[in-house]
Nanobody
Framework: QVQLVESGGGSVQAGGSLRLSCAASGLSYRNLCMAWFRQAPGKEREGVAGIDTLGNTIYADSVKGRFTISQDNAKNTLYLQMNNLKPEDTAMYYC?????????????????????WGQGTQVTVSS
């Protein structure tokens, strides 16, 4: 059974940092594309950062230069380092895993690509 479990969310002030983790069981990150998505109240879920099987990454414009996605294949864990957080980053953050790589890297931020999802971890940034 595939399971993704996020952790690391919390409440911080603007300018602060958090590191989210996503631990997987039942599958290996080594052969998967992975991504972080977020959903704020009243808004649609959006792709934040994605990484393919070659380690290539892509970021939403709103987080470029502030967020970094990475993974530790030995630990089967995905990370999202979030620096210089802003109130608009407040959302539920989800990790996702895709069985197939997209032809176009930009599709890594397309939620329809993903087969498995975690339950989410809340990030709240106060001004």
């Amino acid at each position: 059974q595939v399971q993704l479990v996020e952790s690391g969310g919390g409440s911080v002030q603007a300018g602060g940092s958090l590191r989210l983790s996503c631990a997987a069981s039942g599958l290996s990150y080594r052969n998967l594309c992975m991504a972080w998505f977020r959903q704020a109240p009243g808004k649609e879920r959006e792709g934040v950062a994605g990484i393919d099987t070659l380690g290539n990454t892509i970021y939403a414009d709103s987080v470029k230069g502030r967020f970094t996605i990475s993974q530790d294949n030995a630990k089967n864990t995905l990370y999202l380092q979030m620096n210089n957080l802003k109130p608009e980053d407040t959302a539920m953050y989800y990790c996702a895993a895709a069985l197939f790589s997209p032809v176009v890297r930009a599709r890594l931020l397309y939620e329809g690509l993903y087969n498995y999802w975690g339950q989410g971890t809340q990030v709240t940034v106060s001004s």
